[in-house]
């Protein structure tokens, strides 16, 4: 298996040079044909994800797939990657842009084949030769999506080992992928075990673990369209996408009309005891979502739990008095399924939501519903996360399908999360800038002095013996460098006087060597050891 990583990646370092000598003509036709392969295979691609994952909805999927090809597309299709990007003329800075690399590309089963589409997209558009890590129970839709973009790109003048896939996928190949010294770059969406590994490569790395976005309604929200954005956000694909909502934190003053529309528009609000038999089938004893409920209906999972729910449910909704281990719904769920607070006020609702992320989500996404300016704000300062979404579906916009945010299919979290930005990646995180800078006010020269400069110190008298004394006193000691004689002292004039007249000094391991002289004479090689002669 890693055997295969090496292979691919010195097939796509072979390409690299290529790719990199492209114009930005020749650079969209190729990211123009791939995009129009993957409009083309919509369905296909998303029929063939639901069916090998069992995760989501094959309308959403389709929906995912058509953003990446489609949104992701139009947003980088005029964007500059080749040569010079950039040119500030009042700073005289000229920017020129360079593509980082061998792109390594890990591939989540959740959002397999959107997210394909869309890293191989960025990749090319940046000039980076991609190898894609499939998750092994997503690797044959995955695939389906590389073969069929890759002769896409090939047709449109790609060069060969332009698009790479592993077919023999498992955790040990996935890291031999990362470590390759080929590798420039690491792109990974994964679970927190897969980023920390990324990280851990000694690579440049984007890496986005998972997500725990909060929702808050305000008092002043329009409760009707926050309990339709949030549902349609959790139910959207059954909830797998990283920023999908996991909480609901809602003032107390329209509690009881946000759960109205809540149950109005879908959601099933648990008792205690159906809250407990949910947890004991959802929830793993590390605290992790059961892999078998993940994408799952609503329906699907209440039946495992043993739940009646209303015929039409989408969401499950569970009330929670807390955050952290003893509240095991508090966690990130990838399914249909909220935990639901009710706070006081804005002020208690900004430290539950600060509660919720770092319990898991640091630096991912979080919403607000209101329409109270000066709250919006406090939140956008206060809270640890880096997409702050206000008034939309957090599941729509943090990837930029309902907001002005950079589309995209993998979320940075900063620093909350431990990542190297907290930017959407788009083909700019896969190049680098050079930048030519051009002089704007010469550097400032010393003045030339006039007066005579005072006179230096006579050197200190050396004290202690002289060579000549040392050499006069030591029995059988012949001059330093004759022909034959092994050296008894040797100092650093001796040093410089065999390096001016080219010959060299023999020493044994009597022969006392003063630490200049040893030091000049590495530079000059003049110091032959006795037992070195052949």
Not at 205 to 220: H, K, L, Q, S
Not at 358 to 375: A, D, L, R
Not at 401 to 427: H, Q, R, V
Request: aromatic share 4%.
């Amino acid at each position: 298996m890693s055997e295969e990583a090496r292979a691919l990646t010195q097939r796509a370092k072979r390409a690299a040079p290529i790719l990199a000598e492209f114009s930005q003509a020749q650079i969209d036709r190729i990211v123009d044909a791939v995009a129009a392969s993957a409009q083309a295979h919509l369905e296909p691609f998303a029929r063939l994800a639901v069916e090998e994952t069992g995760f989501g909805v094959l309308a959403d999927k389709i929906a995912k797939n058509r953003f990446a090809a489609e949104d992701v597309h139009a947003f980088i299709r005029p964007m500059r990657t080749v040569g010079v990007i950039g040119r500030d003329d009042a700073r005289k800075v000229v920017e020129i842009a360079e593509p980082f690399g061998v792109v390594a590309a890990i591939v989540p089963s959740t959002n397999p084949t959107s997210t394909a589409i869309y890293k191989i997209l960025i990749a090319l558009k940046a000039r980076c030769p991609i190898v894609i890590s499939p998750h092994p129970s997503a690797a044959r839709c995955i695939t389906f999506v590389a073969e069929t973009l890759n002769t896409a790109a090939m047709q449109a003048g790609a060069p060969e080992g332009a698009v790479n896939w592993m077919t023999q996928v498992s955790l040990d190949a996935t890291q031999e992928l990362m470590k390759h010294r080929d590798v420039a770059v690491i792109l990974a969406t994964g679970g927190m075990g897969l980023v920390r590994a990324a990280y851990s490569a000694g690579k440049p790395a984007y890496g986005v673990g998972p997500g725990n976005a909060p929702c808050f309604i305000e008092r002043t929200a329009d409760v009707a369209k926050a309990a339709s954005d949030i549902l349609t956000g959790k139910n959207f694909d059954h909830g797998v996408l990283c920023s999908s909502p996991n909480s609901v934190v809602v003032e107390r003053v329209v509690a009881d009309d946000a759960k109205r529309e809540f149950q109005k528009q879908g959601g099933h609000f648990l008792s205690a005891a159906e809250a407990v038999a949910l947890t004991a089938v959802l929830i793993t004893p590390q605290r992790l979502p059961n892999p078998k409920l993940v994408g799952k209906s609503a329906a699907t999972i209440a039946a495992a739990a043993g739940i009646a729910i209303p015929e039409g449910t989408r969401v499950l909704i569970a009330e929670l008095q807390g955050v952290g281990r003893d509240y095991p719904l508090s966690i990130e769920k990838l399914c249909p399924v909220l935990s639901w607070y009710v706070v006081n006020d804005w002020h208690d609702g900004c430290e539950r939501c600060k509660q919720i992320l770092k319990y898991g989500g640091m630096g991912h996404t979080m919403s607000i519903h209101s329409t109270n300016e000066p709250v919006i704000l406090e939140f956008g300062l206060k809270k640890p996360a880096f997409r702050i979404l206000v008034n939309t579906p957090t599941t729509h916009g943090s990837i930029g399908l309902t907001t002005g945010l950079d589309p995209a299919m993998t979320l940075g979290c900063g620093g909350y999360g431990g990542n190297i930005t907290s930017d959407n990646i788009t083909p700019r995180h896969l190049l680098n800038v050079k930048r030519l800078a051009y002089e704007l006010r010469p550097a400032a020269r010393r003045a030339t002095p006039t007066a005579a400069l005072p006179a230096l110190p006579a050197p200190p008298v050396p004290s202690g013996l002289s060579a000549s004394v040392v050499r006069a006193t030591l029995t059988g000691s012949r001059a330093a460098g004759e022909t034959g004689a092994i050296a008894a002292f040797v100092c650093e004039d001796d040093v410089r006087q065999a390096i001016a007249q080219g010959r060299t000094i023999l020493v044994g391991e009597r022969t006392i060597i003063t630490p200049l002289a040893r030091e000049v004479a590495e530079a000059g090689h003049v110091l032959v050891h006795a037992g070195w002669r052949t």
